[in-house]
């Protein structure tokens, strides 16, 4: 059975940092992309960044940029998105989501990706 499991969640004051970790079962990810999602209280989900070894670089959604950073251990067969100076903004629970081979153009469209996870929730708050 497919499945992704995030790690990592939890309670930071603003300008704090987390390290989320997903980790697929039943598949090597190492060929295909791997990207987080988030979704705060009363919105709708929201594409925070992409990776694949097919892309020269991983996306990122503009609010995040130079906070965010998203990597894979290929050895450890997981993904990473080490999150700073965080905001009050950036509460919400976090997914990771596979399927693509690549994030390509359309990395932020959810629909692209078929496996996810059931999320880890990240609060940032005074």
């Known amino acids: 059975q497919v499945q992704l499991v995030e790690s990592g969640g939890g309670l930071v004051e603003p300008g704090g940092s987390l390290r989320l970790s997903c980790l697929p079962s039943g598949f090597a990810f190492g060929g295909y992309a791997m990207a987080w999602f988030r979704q705060a209280p009363g919105k709708g989900r929201e594409a925070v960044s992409c990776i694949s070894i097919w892309d020269e670089s991983p996306s990122y959604a503009d609010v995040v940029k130079g906070r965010f950073t998203t990597s894979r251990d290929v050895a450890k067969n997981t993904t990473v998105l080490q999150m700073n100076n965080l905001e009050l903004e950036d509460t919400g629970v976090y997914f990771c989501?596979?399927?693509?081979?690549?994030?390509?153009?359309?990395?932020?469209?959810?629909?692209?990706?078929?496996?996810w996870g059931q999320g880890t929730q990240v609060t940032v708050a005074s």
């Open positions: 989501a596979s399927g693509p081979l690549r994030c390509g153009q359309f990395w932020n469209q959810s629909g692209r990706f078929s496996t």
